[in-house]
C-alpha cells in the first residue's frame, strides 16, 4: 500500500519484544479500570473507551500488518500480546466483526474508503455488523436476493437480513447485496458499507434460544447507499468476502487452551459436587470430555506449531473447528446431565449450579453446530477441500 | 513443548518415506496374505531389511547399544507397520525393546542380539484395566538373581516364535520384571488363532519355570509404569497408520465407484462418512504428536494423560475408520479378496489389546482428579 491510511502509526517501526512487552505491560497496568457495574450499556461504553485507549497508545492490532494500522507482531509475539492481555483480564474489541469488515477495507477500499473508516473501526468509534444470511440464503449464501439497483450516486437497497449478531449497538452494517441478474449467484454479489441510521433501515431484534437478544431481523425499504461506499467492483462483492489480513491463527489457540483447562475443572468439580462420579456410567462420560480436551488441546498445538514454524496451519484446521462445535454440545449436554434435579432450573434461577451456565450453555451451544457454517457444510468442505471428494454441482440435483 | 526441532523433524519424515517405499515394495497385499497364510513368524527377508535401516533399537540409548533416538522415530515405524500391515513383530519388539530400555543397566546383555535383528522379544505386562499387585496373574518365588514363574497370561504378542520374553511377575516381596525362553523347563506358549490374520498371538503358560530377574522393587515398578505408557502410545501410532490407510481407501474409491451415474462421493451419505473419519484420524494425529513431545521431553505427568486419552481415542478411531471403510465399499468389502476384512481384523483386535478404551479413560480420569486435588 503506497499511502498511509491512518494517521496514528503513520511512523511506527517492528516492536522489539522487550519493546512491547514493556509497552503493553505498562498500558495495562495503568488502564486497570474496569467498572463494577452490571449495566450491559455501561459495560460497552467501558470497552469502548478502553479500546480508544489503547489504540491511542498505539497498541492495536496487533496481527495487522503495519502498513494497515496495525502492528506487524511475529506471530511468537502475538502470543506473548495474547498471554499478557489474557492475564490483566482485558476486554477484547467490543466489534468482533470488525476484524471481518476491516481487512476488507485495507485490502479492497479506496485511499478515502480507508481514511475513513479504519481509524474509528479500530478505536471502537465506529462498530461493525454483518448483513450476510438472508431468510431464503442460509447455508446458499450465494443465492441471496436483497436487490441493490443503481440510480446516479447511490443504490437503491430492499431486501431482508437476519441473524445479524449486534445490530441493535452497531453503527455500520457491512452487506453483501444482489446487483446482478436474479440468479447470478456469486458473480452478481456486491459488498456495501452502510450506516445503521440510513432512513428506510428497520432493526428488529430477534430473541435467541436463550432468551437474550443478540442477533436481529434488518429491513430495507428503498436504503440509499452512496456509490461512495461502495467496497471493491459492482458484482464483485464474493471476493471481496475472501479477505484475510496478517496471521492471528496462533493467538486464538492460547486464549482456548486455559479455555478447556479451565473448563474441564469446573466439570470435575460439578461432578464431584453432584456425586455423579458414584455413578459408573456418568464416570464414563466425564472421562469421554477430558478425552475430548486433550483433542482439542493437541490440535491447537499442532496448528500453532506449524504457524510458528512459519507454515499454514493445514487441514488440520477444519477438522478442529467441526470438533469443537460438536464438543460444545456434548460438553452442556453432560453439564446438565452432571447437575442432576438442578438441571430443570432456567440460567436465571439463583438456584442453578455455576450461575446458570449449564443451562445456558444447553440452549446456546445448540447454535454451535449452525451458526458460521453449519456442521453439514462443515463436512462437505472437508470432503470437498480436503479429501478432494467430487464437487457439489456434481451432486444429483434438488429436484427443482 | 510446542513440536520439536526441525531437524527432529525432518529425521521423522526421512524414516517415514523409506519405510513407506520399502513395505509399499516389500508388503504387498499378495505378500502379506501369502506370508499371513504360512506358518512362519513373519517375513524373514522383509525384516531383514529393517534390521539394515535399524528400526528395531532405535530409542534405546546409546549407552546401551541402541541408536539413543527419541521414541517418536518408534512410532514412525508403527505408524507404516500399521498403514501396511506386514506380518513381522514390530509392535511387540518396539515395546520390549523400551521395556529394556526402561530397566537400563541390568538389561543390556539382551541388546545386542535385538539391535542385529537376530533375537526377537516380546513382553508381557500388566496394563489398565487389569489386576495389579497380589491379583497380578502371573506369581514370582525365590529372590533376587533366580526366580521360578507359575501362571498363565492369555495373550502374549509373538510369543510363540520369540527368543525370549520379558514377563511382569507378581514376587512376595514386590514386582519384578523376568526373562524366560520358549524352550525353558515349564514355559508353554502355545500359538493361537489371531482374529488379526496378520499379527502372531501365543498363551502362555508357566509352571515353576525357572526365570533371570532383570528388575525389581523400585527400578521394576518405575520401568513397568513408563513401558506400560509407552506401549500404549506405540500402539496408538500404529493404529493411526491404520486408519489413515481406511481413510485414504474409502476416499479413493468414493472417487472412482460410479452409481446413478455419479461417483459415489458426491452423496453426501458417503462423503459426511468421509469427513468423519478424517476428523477423527487428525484429531489421532494430533494426540500420537502431543503425547511423543510430552515423553520425549520428559513431561511424565502430561505424558501419561495424553497417553491414556490417545489410546482410547485411537482404537475407537480404528475401529469406527475400518468399519465406515466396509460400509463404504459395500459388497466387495466382504470378500475375502478384499484387504479391507485385513484392517477390519487390526481394528477389533487392537480396540482391546493393552487394555480397552474404557479402562484408558477410567485412567485419565483418575489422573485428572488427583491433579485436580493435588492443585487445591
Not at chain 1, 269 to 283: N, S, Y
Not at chain 2, 105 to 114: Q, R, T
Not at chain 2, 165 to 188: I, M, N, R, S
Request: hydrophobic share 40%; net charge negative; with cysteine.
Amino acid at each position: 500500500m503506497s499511502e498511509q491510511t491512518t494517521s496514528q502509526q503513520a511512523t511506527r517501526k517492528p516492536m522489539t519484544d522487550d519493546e512491547l512487552v514493556e509497552k503493553l505491560s505498562a498500558f495495562l497496568a495503568a488502564n486497570d479500570d474496569r467498572p463494577k457495574t452490571k449495566d450491559p450499556k455501561e459495560k460497552l461504553a467501558w470497552r469502548r473507551d478502553w479500546t480508544g485507549r489503547l489504540y491511542d497508545a498505539g497498541l492495536a492490532a496487533p496481527n495487522w500488518p503495519i502498513e494497515a494500522g496495525g502492528l506487524g507482531l511475529s506471530t511468537s509475539q502475538q502470543l506473548v500480546y495474547a498471554d499478557l492481555m489474557r492475564r490483566a483480564h482485558a476486554p477484547s474489541h467490543p466489534s468482533a466483526n470488525s476484524w471481518v469488515v476491516g481487512p476488507a477495507i485495507v485490502e479492497h477500499g479506496t485511499p478515502e474508503q480507508r481514511e475513513r473508516f479504519i481509524r474509528p473501526l479500530l478505536r471502537a468509534d465506529e462498530l461493525w455488523c454483518q448483513g450476510f444470511s438472508e431468510p431464503e440464503a442460509g447455508s446458499d449464501l450465494p443465492s441471496l436476493r436483497t436487490r441493490a439497483v443503481r440510480d446516479g450516486d447511490v443504490y437503491r437497497v430492499n431486501g431482508q437480513k437476519i441473524w445479524t449478531t449486534q445490530a441493535m449497538n452497531s453503527d455500520w452494517m457491512f452487506a453483501l447485496v444482489r446487483t446482478g441478474e436474479p440468479g447470478s449467484g456469486r458473480a452478481g454479489i456486491t459488498y456495501l458499507l452502510l450506516p445503521m441510521t440510513s432512513p428506510g433501515l428497520d432493526v428488529r431484534p430477534l430473541r435467541d434460544i436463550g432468551g437474550g437478544a443478540h442477533f436481529a431481523e434488518v429491513f430495507f425499504d428503498n436504503v440509499e447507499v452512496p456509490v461512495a461506499n461502495r467496497l471493491g467492483a459492482e458484482n464483485d462483492g464474493w471476493k471481496v468476502t475472501r479477505t484475510t489480513l496478517g496471521h492471528e491463527r496462533g493467538t486464538a489457540f492460547v486464549v482456548n487452551q486455559m479455555r478447556y483447562r479451565r473448563t474441564v475443572e469446573e466439570l470435575l468439580t460439578l461432578a464431584q459436587r453432584t456425586g455423579a462420579l458414584e455413578d459408573p456410567l456418568l464416570r464414563e462420560e466425564v472421562a469421554k470430555i477430558l478425552v475430548d480436551v486433550r483433542v482439542l488441546i493437541a490440535n491447537g498445538s499442532r496448528m500453532l506449531s506449524r504457524v510458528l514454524a512459519g507454515e499454514e496451519p493445514g487441514p488440520v484446521t477444519s477438522a478442529n473447528r467441526l470438533f469443537a462445535s460438536e464438543f460444545e454440545q456434548r460438553l452442556n449436554v453432560l453439564g446438565q446431565r452432571l447437575s442432576g434435579d438442578a438441571a430443570v432450573l432456567n440460567s436465571t434461577d439463583p438456584n442453578a449450579f455455576d450461575r446458570g451456565r449449564w443451562a445456558y450453555g444447553y440452549m446456546m451451544s445448540r447454535a454451535t453446530t449452525i451458526g458460521a457454517g453449519t456442521a453439514e457444510i462443515q463436512r462437505n468442505t472437508i470432503a470437498e477441500r480436503v479429501l478432494g471428494l467430487p464437487r457439489m454441482d456434481q451432486r444429483p440435483s434438488g429436484g427443482k | 513443548m510446542v513440536g520439536m526441532t526441525a531437524t527432529a523433524g525432518d529425521v521423522r519424515s526421512e524414516l517415514r518415506s523409506v519405510l513407506d517405499s520399502m513395505l509399499s515394495a516389500h508388503a504387498s497385499s499378495e505378500r502379506v496374505r501369502e506370508v499371513a497364510a504360512s506358518p512362519a513368524w513373519g517375513d524373514e527377508q522383509l525384516w531383514n531389511r529393517l534390521t539394515e535401516v535399524g528400526v528395531h533399537a532405535l530409542s534405546v540409548p546409546e549407552a546401551l547399544g541402541g541408536a539413543g533416538e527419541s521414541i517418536e522415530l518408534s512410532a514412525v515405524v508403527l505408524e507404516a507397520a500399521g498403514a501396511h500391515l506386514p506380518v513381522a513383530p514390530l509392535l511387540s519388539s518396539q515395546v520390549a525393546a523400551r521395556l529394556l530400555a526402561n530397566i537400563g543397566e541390568p538389561a543390556s546383555a539382551l541388546l545386542p542380539g535385538l539391535l542385529d535383528g537376530s533375537s526377537r522379544l516380546t513382553s508381557v505386562i500388566a496394563h489398565p484395566g487389569e489386576p495389579s499387585g497380589a491379583r497380578w496373574p502371573i506369581t514370582a518365588t525365590g529372590s533376587s538373581g533366580e526366580v521360578r514363574l507359575s501362571g498363565q497370561y492369555p495373550i502374549v504378542l509373538d510369543g510363540a516364535d520369540a527368543a525370549a520374553v520379558l514377563v511382569q511377575a507378581q514376587a512376595p516381596d514386590g514386582v519384578v520384571v523376568a526373562v524366560v525362553k520358549p524352550t525353558d523347563t515349564g514355559v508353554e506358549l502355545g500359538r493361537c488363532d489371531s482374529l488379526d490374520l496378520t499379527r502372531r498371538i501365543a498363551r502362555l503358560s508357566l509352571a515353576d519355570a525357572p526365570a533371570s530377574v532383570l528388575a525389581s522393587g523400585e527400578a521394576a515398578e518405575r520401568a513397568l509404569e513408563r513401558t506400560q505408557v509407552e506401549q500404549a502410545y506405540l500402539l496408538a501410532a500404529e493404529q493411526l497408520g491404520a486408519a489413515q490407510r481406511c481413510l485414504d481407501m474409502s476416499t479413493s474409491y468414493a472417487k472412482t465407484r460410479v452409481q446413478f451415474g455419479k461417483p459415489i462421493g458426491v452423496f453426501q451419505a458417503i462423503s459426511h462418512s468421509c469427513a468423519n473419519m478424517y476428523v477423527e484420524v487428525e484429531a489421532t494425529r494430533s494426540l500420537v504428536e502431543a503425547t511423543g513431545g510430552a515423553l520425549a521431553s520428559d513431561d511424565w505427568d502430561e505424558a501419561r494423560q495424553y497417553a491414556a486419552a490417545l489410546e482410547s481415542f485411537a482404537s475407537e478411531t480404528l475401529l469406527d475408520c475400518a468399519q465406515r471403510m466396509v460400509q463404504i465399499h459395500g459388497g466387495i468389502a466382504i470378500t475375502w479378496e478384499f484387504d479391507a476384512h485385513l484392517y477390519l481384523r487390526r481394528a477389533k483386535s487392537t480396540e482391546v489389546l493393552f487394555g480397552r478404551p474404557s479402562a484408558h479413560r477410567a485412567e485419565l480420569l483418575d489422573l485428572a482428579l488427583a491433579a485436580t486435588e493435588a492443585k487445591a
